[in-house]
């Protein structure tokens, strides 16, 4: 009852935004992205997407069964670009835990958290359960109350050695 309570408290915090247009194709199988299987990116729930002329690996935010937000990521790393678009909105603050079902669904009582999505998608290949948690300026008690709601009960911090990282292990 208390997670239902929290979820529905969440849900009218954080509004909705107006949804961007995307057309949607399969990724390839047997590739590799970064350094990370296609097959592996698609068991993950990850699709390709094209916005205007710009092609991404698109990576949903499920949590608890819904939907909460999605990550655009490049195919290639451009320089003066950002590897990462994150869909419009607050939702990042409260739910910005990626993958988060995906990461709880052998029920893990650790987690590891890094800041970024490939980060978290390279261990979860390997078997490590791991979470992004999307921007190091971005934790927040709601995040931790969705780790307790997943049964969460450590969780290992693998930030970055810079000045954000550290700051985020703070």
């Known amino acids: 009852q208390f997670a ?12 909705e935004e107006e949804e961007e ?12 992205w970064r350094s990370i299987k296609t097959d592996f990116l698609i068991e993950a729930g990850c699709q ?10 698109y990576m949903p ?11 655009k990521a490049r195919l290639k790393k451009e320089e003066d670009k950002p590897s990462y678009v994150n869909k419009k909105g607050g939702w990042s603050h409260s739910y910005g835990l990626f993958p988060f079902d ?23 290949s390997m078997g490590i359960p791991t979470m992004s948690i999307l921007g190091t300026q971005s934790w927040s008690q709601k ?18 050695g810079d000045c954000a990282g550290k700051e985020a292990i703070e």
């Open 102 to 124: 995906f990461a709880l669904r052998r029920q893990p009582k650790v987690i590891v958290l890094v800041e970024g999505p490939r980060d978290s998608l390279r261990l979860n």
């Open 21 to 32: 247009v995307l057309a949607f194709s399969p990724l390839p199988e047997g590739k590799v």
């Open 61 to 71: 935010v499920i949590v608890l069964g819904e939907q909460r937000g999605y990550i």
């Open 4 to 15: 239902r309570k929290f979820l529905a408290d969440l849900s009218s915090a954080t509004g």
């Open 48 to 57: 390709m997407v094209k916005k205007f002329s710009t092609k991404y690996v």
């Open 143 to 160: 995040k931790a109350t969705l780790l307790d709601i997943g049964g969460v009960e450590h969780v290992i911090l693998a930030m970055h």
